[in-house]
């Protein structure tokens, strides 16, 4: 992990280390402007709120609709922080993001693809409008140690990859919370005033849906996944569960539907239970609860008929398929 060292749960002190991220932050950007990526999650939550401690106005906030996201997600995400106070411009990207990821398959590609898309397209045009020379992302630390090890690449994870940020995409990239891990993360939200809503979300990943569609991703594909997502999200939103996510698989899979043969879709559920996402448990949900899933999912998802549950730890699983 090189210069990088964690700082575990039981070592974090909160306000000092509150303090310490504005101070830096606002050392680091001087008179100057910063861009901030914010998706929604937790990760990205927290870094908007340190940044907008220490910048004021001269956070220049953004939600990136890249046409991955879940069920009204830019909406939802902009009012809560305009309750705060911090004002979020939206940029409509999913054109740009769809074009990228056409006819990609492979996961590391589709990686690659919505990196490039984010940070060289999207941030790297606001940068040069706005003037900014900082971009503020959320990277936590199990983002760089999954990518360092070799395991998955993050698509935030950028100079731990000797990616030097300035001369690729023209600007540095600032990165706050990049010792600590989630449960780290969401201790620094709630001390900040993030509404619970917010700090306790599960995990979401930074390609957003397309790591949950198996193959190649299109605008058709993650609306699936979107629809089966509200679903489990709906159903398992109150289990205490650390992750819970729906995958759609590539595969057509035989189906019955008035009994005629119906070659549909399948849709895998995973239920987490962690504290760190380093090592991850299955969820043991009731056998009615499964099938009350089952049944919302082949009802409510046009064209899936097969609705699976993943029973495997992590490891040897990771928490998100892709």
Known sequence: MGKIKEIPLTQLKTKNFINEQVTEIASTVGDGLAVNALSGGVDSSVVTLLGFNALGKRLK????DS???????????????RKLGVPVEIVDAKDRFFKALKGLTDPEKKREAITHVFYKEVFGGLVKKSGARYLLQGTNYTDVEETVAGIKRQHNILAQLGIDTKEVYG???????????????????????????????????GPALAARVIGEVTPQGVEIVRK?????????????????????????????????????????????ESTDAKVATPSKLSYNMLLRIGDRITAEVPGVVSVTYNITRKPPSTIEAI
Request: one cysteine or more.
């Open 171 to 205: 600007y540095h990239v600032i990165e706050p919370l990049i010792r600590l891990r989630k449960s780290g993360i969401r201790k620094v939200g709630q001390a900040l005033g993030l509404p619970a809503e917010l700090y306790k979300r599960p995990p979401f990943p």
């Open 228 to 272: 089966a997502t509200k679903v489990v999200e709906e159903e398992l939103g109150k289990t205490g569960a650390f992750q819970y996510l729906a995958i759609l698989h590539e595969d057509r899979v035989t189906g019955i539907r008035k009994h005629k043969r119906d070659f549909g879709l399948q849709v895998e559920v995973r239920c987490w």
């Open 61 to 64: 906030t953004y939600f990136i």
């Open 67 to 81: 046409g991955l996201m879940r069920h009204k997600e830019p909406q939802y995400v902009v009012s809560i922080f």
